[in-house]
């Protein structure tokens, strides 16, 4: 079998991959980080690993959770680069960059209580609240994204919905302090 | 050495499983663990009993419920990736290709796609990406939007990677399952390789399908319908028990061999040589039985079954009356039912798209009540009914929730909250919507004659109701458009539904559609409403200007699509897909939602009916009968659709010959089609 062959194959692959979920797996890269363009720049980076990788992948029926694990990969490494680089803090608005219509639209999608809780979690248990509950993985296909065992992608999410209780309502309790002040003043 | 030793040496103890701190842990966890998969019966029972008595824990738990249910929410808020992503993706692949070394080893083993055709390819695929990019990035192909709607272009450079004279289609690889009947009251469970078809011209030279390598499954019921998961090997089969009653049974089918590499033997070239392929037999003789199951003898000759290829993969019920008399055999499966005692009612069950759960319509045996839809979660011993109003059947899923329908009121106006089946000392359930407020009205009431003790009185046409049920939590939601049986498609754009009115039929138990249309329209989505638990879903995302229902247009889109791509065409005009008078359909979307496929019932046996394939294209909203694809052909019940590959089993045949599993697959465009020989009983897995 020719290494050209091989190529070919994967690209064939990873484009008709790209078809299929692309959209799901720049969903969860946005809601996993927050930042479309920087989303947009991981989906690319997860099919191109996907392509570099394409060999690593058993069985065409699991493409999908495989998918999901790059890009988990992918989404961990970038947390992990901003913990350690520190950008500097942007002041004040550039010259001629009011934010686009489809910015304000991306904003207000990410806005809400659910969202901001979400941003409090640890970004593995907010990674396994996504995968299981928006994006349909199964009990195998999350311990696969995560690359965990099945027991502990249980025992994760447990975890990720007691804390996504208790940031829903530190959420919810900062709202209505929020909200007290100002009707008070009426 | 002493346990602070151990303790010392490994640094933390593990915990075992059952140890808690406190019970309130304990039922903390397990009301967590219980929102995705159902718990062991004994600690269900406990954490009951320790919610009834502990507020704190709760409250919790009801937190945990509350707070899945508004994440599952964000699920309407699917942004759409930049236009220009495909471009950046497939530029940086082709620079990583360019970047990779020349020799990588020892190639990878062959995936589902045929060697030949992906040689024939290798010339075409590096330009197919560049092309493609290049025609997506300049607006030709649009955006890939939709999820698996404009899915794999290298796809359709695969079937133009075919010379157009050539005699075969290749479809990629895939499978085609079907059950056909054995001797001794056993089934035979055939896996098959299709990877290519005749075009629709050469049908006449076209080898047959044949499968050397069908497994024995012994069955206590006699299958109507058998659904296989789309995750594994597990099935359900819904079939008619040794009482007489229908019973649904999960089972776990055998695995096939390995499949030689030309399976099915067929010549793609057209040759009707087939050595491997012997001659089907004269007439097979039914035998007589004595049990439920038919028994009906296969021709020694016919190559589905053959002595050596039976392997042992009895599937024996574990409903109490058979499971105490079977010892089980090594290497046996088990099978469970999950449901006796029942009619099944419609012909509409399916898995959900994740294989966890299966839905389906039912009521009792002795005709005490209408239907109810049931759901059975992949692990539990027993189906449980998520509706109570012994009027409702399921229709669809919608991602994870299951979309069913029932009837409430007349045509006319007339207004009943009453389920028009009869169901003694229940109280509908559900909320009639608000264009069908009850209006003053010297009519009588509907009503349905209460039991088969009684003459079956006609009634009226009546009106259905459309509506979404969490399997959880059986909450309830009704969905803007009025209709029966709606189906929608995986990606929630479209929906195939029957809109008009329903007839009760004379039993009084189940309902056909009456006066109306099989119509193609936009996936509108549920009403809004004021449950707190819903309506934070049903906030119409920002991009899109919509007026709440009651005075929802019927051209608006609520929230709960997954995409919202400006440039699938939401608002596309309806389309009648088969006019009425129908006596009943099954109507089933590919996983892609671009192929849809209709079954449409003989009006005089509903045991015959006419099968369609349809392309629904998700840029234009219109639908399309490819050349080739199957129109209005004679088709058992029970069809599968998927994966580029529509399977069904035509009526027997004159002479006593067998049913044939016909098979049309496609690509994008071509249609073909190749048939087995013939096969006794056949049912295909669907």
Same mark, same amino acid.
């Given at each position: 079998?020719?290494?050209?062959?091989?190529?070919?194959?994967?690209?064939?692959?990873? /484009?008709?991959?790209?078809?299929?979920?692309?959209?799901?797996?720049?969903?969860?890269?946005?809601?996993?980080?927050?930042?479309?363009?920087?989303?947009?720049?991981?989906?690319?980076?997860?099919?191109?690993?996907?392509?570099?990788?394409?060999?690593?992948?058993?069985?065409?029926?699991?493409?999908?959770?495989?998918?999901?694990?790059?890009?988990?990969?992918?989404?961990?490494?970038?947390?992990?680069?901003?913990?350690?680089?520190?950008?500097?803090?942007?002041?004040?608005?550039?010259?001629?960059?009011?934010?686009?219509?489809?910015?304000?639209?991306?904003?207000?999608?990410?806005?809400?209580?659910?969202?901001?809780?979400?941003?409090?979690?640890?970004?593995?248990?907010?990674?396994?609240?996504?995968?299981? /509950?928006?994006?349909?993985?199964?009990?195998? /296909?999350?311990?696969?994204?995560?690359?965990?065992?099945?027991?502990?992608?249980?025992?994760?999410?447990?975890?990720?919905?007691?804390?996504?209780?208790?940031?829903?309502?530190?959420?919810?309790?900062?709202?209505?302090?929020?909200?007290?002040?100002?009707? /008070?003043?009426? | 050495?002493?346990?602070?030793?151990?303790?010392?040496?490994?640094?933390?103890?593990?915990?075992?499983?059952?140890?808690?701190?406190?019970?309130?842990?304990?039922?903390?966890?397990?009301?967590?663990?219980?929102?995705?998969?159902?718990?062991?019966?004994?600690?269900?029972?406990?954490?009951?009993?320790?919610?009834?008595?502990?507020?704190?824990?709760?409250?919790?738990?009801?937190?945990?419920?509350?707070?899945?249910?508004?994440?599952?929410?964000?699920?309407?808020?699917?942004?759409?990736?930049?236009?220009?992503?495909?471009?950046?993706?497939?530029?940086?692949?082709?620079?990583?290709?360019?970047?990779?070394?020349?020799?990588?080893?020892?190639?990878?083993?062959?995936?589902?796609?045929?060697?030949?055709?992906?040689?024939?390819?290798?010339?075409?695929?590096?330009?197919?990406?560049?092309?493609?990019?290049?025609?997506?990035?300049?607006?030709?192909?649009?955006?890939?939007?939709?999820?698996?709607?404009?899915?794999?272009?290298?796809?359709?450079?695969?079937?133009?990677?075919?010379?157009?004279?050539?005699?075969?289609?290749?479809?990629?690889?895939?499978?085609?399952?079907?059950?056909?009947?054995?001797?001794?009251?056993?089934?035979?469970?055939?896996?098959?390789?299709?990877?290519?078809?005749?075009?629709?011209?050469?049908?006449?030279?076209?080898?047959?399908?044949?499968? !050397?390598?069908?497994?024995?499954?012994?069955?206590?019921?006699?299958?109507?319908?058998?659904?296989?998961?789309?995750?594994?090997?597990?099935?359900?089969?819904?079939?008619?028990?040794?009482?007489?009653?229908?019973?649904?049974?999960?089972?776990?089918?055998?695995?096939?061999?390995?499949?030689?590499?030309?399976?099915? !033997?067929?010549?793609?070239?057209?040759?009707?040589?087939?050595?491997?392929?012997?001659?089907?037999?004269?007439?097979?003789?039914?035998?007589?039985?004595?049990?439920?199951?038919?028994?009906?003898?296969?021709?020694?000759?016919?190559?589905?079954?053959?002595?050596?290829?039976?392997?042992?993969?009895?599937?024996?019920?574990?409903?109490?009356?058979?499971?105490?008399?079977?010892?089980?055999?090594?290497?046996?499966?088990?099978?469970?039912?999950?449901?006796?005692?029942?009619?099944?009612?419609?012909?509409?069950?399916?898995?959900?798209?994740?294989?966890?759960?299966?839905?389906?319509?039912?009521?009792?045996?002795?005709?005490?009540?209408?239907?109810?839809?049931?759901?059975?979660?992949?692990?539990?011993?027993?189906?449980?009914?998520?509706?109570?109003?012994?009027?409702?059947?399921?229709?669809?899923?919608?991602?994870?929730?299951?979309?069913?329908?029932?009837?409430?009121?007349?045509?006319?106006?007339?207004?009943?909250?009453?389920?028009?089946?009869?169901?003694?000392?229940?109280?509908?359930?559900?909320?009639?919507?608000?264009?069908?407020?009850?209006?003053?009205?010297?009519?009588?009431?509907?009503?349905?004659?209460?039991?088969?003790?009684?003459?079956?009185?006609?009634?009226?046409?009546?009106?259905?109701?459309?509506?979404?049920?969490?399997?959880?939590?059986?909450?309830?939601?009704?969905?803007?458009?009025?209709?029966?049986?709606?189906?929608?498609?995986?990606?929630?754009?479209?929906?195939?539904?029957?809109?008009?009115?329903?007839?009760?039929?004379?039993?009084?138990?189940?309902?056909?559609?009456?006066? !109306?249309?099989?119509?193609?329209?936009?996936?509108?989505?549920?009403?809004?409403?004021?449950?707190?638990?819903?309506?934070?879903?049903?906030?119409?995302?920002?991009?899109?200007?919509?007026?709440?229902?009651?005075?929802?247009?019927?051209?608006?889109?609520?929230?709960?699509?997954?995409?919202?791509?400006?440039?699938?065409?939401?608002?596309?005009?309806?389309?009648?897909?088969?006019? !009425?008078?129908?006596?009943?359909?099954?109507?089933?979307?590919?996983?892609?939602?671009?192929?849809?496929?209709?079954?449409?019932?003989?009006?005089?046996?509903?045991?015959?009916?006419?099968?369609?394939?349809?392309?629904?294209?998700?840029?234009?909203?219109?639908?399309?009968?490819?050349?080739?694809?199957?129109?209005?052909?004679?088709?058992?019940?029970?069809?599968?659709?998927?994966?580029?590959?529509?399977?069904?089993?035509?009526?027997?045949?004159?002479?006593?010959?067998?049913?044939?599993?016909?098979?049309?697959?496609?690509?994008?465009?071509?249609?073909?089609?190749?048939?087995?020989?013939?096969?006794?009983?056949?049912?295909?897995?669907?």
């Amino acid at each position: 079998m020719s290494d050209v062959w091989d190529r070919d194959e994967a690209a064939i692959f990873v /484009e008709m991959l790209f078809g299929r979920h692309h959209t799901e797996i720049y969903a969860y890269l946005l809601r996993m980080l927050r930042e479309p363009e920087l989303a947009a720049d991981l989906t690319q980076d997860a099919f191109i690993k996907a392509y570099r990788n394409y060999e690593t992948l058993e069985k065409p029926e699991n493409a999908r959770a495989w998918l999901y694990q790059i890009a988990h990969r992918v989404a961990l490494d970038e947390i992990r680069r901003r913990k350690i680089i520190r950008f500097m803090p942007w002041s004040g608005e550039s010259p001629g960059a009011a934010p686009s219509a489809e910015r304000l639209v991306m904003d207000a999608h990410l806005s809400g209580d659910m969202q901001r809780a979400l941003a409090r979690i640890p970004e593995r248990q907010r990674a396994a609240l996504l995968l299981a /509950e928006l994006h349909d993985l199964t009990g195998l /296909e999350l311990a696969s994204a995560l690359g965990v065992s099945h027991v502990a992608a249980r025992a994760l999410l447990t975890r990720a919905r007691e804390s996504l209780r208790q940031a829903l309502a530190a959420e919810r309790a900062a709202e209505a302090s929020v909200a007290r002040p100002s009707e /008070e003043t009426r | 050495m002493s346990p602070r030793g151990r303790i010392g040496r490994f640094g933390r103890v593990r915990r075992r499983p059952d140890s808690w701190s406190s019970p309130h842990e304990r039922a903390r966890t397990r009301a967590a663990e219980r929102l995705v998969a159902p718990l062991a019966a004994s600690e269900a029972a406990w954490l009951d009993g320790h919610l009834a008595d502990c507020e704190s824990c709760r409250s919790i738990a009801e937190a945990y419920g509350t707070d899945r249910l508004l994440l599952r929410q964000l699920r309407d808020q699917t942004p759409e990736p930049p236009r220009d992503l495909w471009a950046r993706t497939a530029a940086g692949i082709e620079r990583e290709g360019a970047a990779l070394p020349l020799a990588r080893g020892p190639g990878r083993k062959r995936r589902g796609t045929s060697l030949p055709a992906l040689s024939a390819l290798s010339g075409l695929a590096v330009v197919g990406v560049v092309v493609v990019a290049t025609a997506i990035s300049s607006g030709l192909l649009g955006p890939v939007g939709r999820d698996n709607v404009t899915a794999s272009p290298s796809i359709a450079l695969a079937s133009l990677g075919i010379p157009p004279q050539s005699p075969a289609i290749a479809v990629g690889a895939g499978k085609v399952h079907w059950l056909g009947a054995a001797d001794d009251g056993a089934f035979a469970y055939n896996v098959a390789d299709v990877d290519v078809v005749c075009p629709i011209d050469r049908q006449p030279d076209c080898p047959q399908l044949v499968d !050397g390598h069908a497994k024995r499954v012994t069955l206590t019921a006699t299958p109507k319908f058998v659904f296989q998961s789309p995750i594994d090997d597990q099935a359900v089969v819904m079939g008619t028990d040794a009482t007489g009653a229908d019973a649904v049974i999960v089972v776990t089918l055998p695995t096939p061999d390995p499949t030689p590499e030309a399976s099915t !033997g067929t010549d793609p070239a057209g040759s009707t040589e087939r050595s491997d392929v012997p001659t089907p037999s004269p007439a097979p003789t039914p035998t007589p039985t004595s049990g439920a199951t038919p028994v009906v003898e296969l021709p020694s000759d016919l190559p589905i079954i053959t002595p050596s290829d039976l392997a042992s993969a009895d599937l024996a019920s574990s409903s109490p009356s058979a499971s105490e008399d079977q010892s089980p055999q090594p290497g046996e499966a088990t099978a469970t039912a999950i449901i006796t005692d029942v009619t099944v009612v419609g012909r509409s069950a399916s898995y959900s798209p994740d294989g966890m759960w299966f839905a389906f319509s039912a009521r009792p045996a002795d005709g005490s009540a209408g239907p109810d839809i049931y759901v059975w979660h992949v692990g539990d011993l027993q189906a449980r009914a998520i509706t109570t109003d012994h009027a409702s059947v399921f229709a669809s899923w919608v991602g994870g929730n299951v979309l069913g329908s029932r009837v409430v009121v007349e045509s006319s106006g007339l207004a009943d909250a009453s389920p028009p089946f009869e169901s003694p000392g229940s109280e509908p359930t559900f909320e009639v919507p608000p264009e069908f407020e009850p209006q003053p009205t010297p009519e009588a009431p509907v009503s349905v004659p209460p039991g088969p003790s009684e003459a079956p009185t006609p009634v009226p046409e009546l009106v259905p109701q459309a509506f979404l049920v969490d399997p959880w939590t059986s909450m309830e939601i009704a969905l803007i458009d009025p209709e029966w049986q709606p189906v929608v498609d995986p990606t929630l754009l479209a929906v195939v539904a029957w809109q008009g009115t329903v007839l009760v039929g004379g039993d009084g138990l189940t309902a056909a559609p009456a006066t !109306g249309n099989l119509v193609v329209h936009p996936f509108h989505g549920p009403l809004l409403t004021e449950d707190p638990l819903f309506s934070p879903s049903l906030e119409p995302s920002p991009e899109l200007s919509l007026t709440p229902s009651p005075e929802v247009s019927v051209s608006a889109s609520v929230g709960v699509t997954t995409s919202a791509s400006p440039e699938i065409m939401r608002d596309f005009p309806s389309q009648i897909v088969a006019a !009425g008078p129908i006596a009943d359909f099954d109507a089933r979307w590919d996983e892609t939602g671009s192929w849809l496929a209709i079954w449409l019932a003989d009006p005089i046996d509903p045991g015959l009916g006419r099968l369609s394939l349809l392309r629904f294209d998700a840029l234009t909203g219109l639908i399309d009968r490819p050349i080739g694809a199957p129109q209005d052909v004679t088709a058992l019940p029970g069809f599968s659709i998927g994966f580029g590959r529509l399977a069904w089993a035509s009526p027997p045949g004159q002479g006593g010959e067998g049913s044939r599993i016909q098979i049309a697959a496609w690509t994008d465009d071509q249609v073909g089609a190749i048939e087995s020989i013939p096969v006794e009983g056949a049912i295909v897995v669907q």
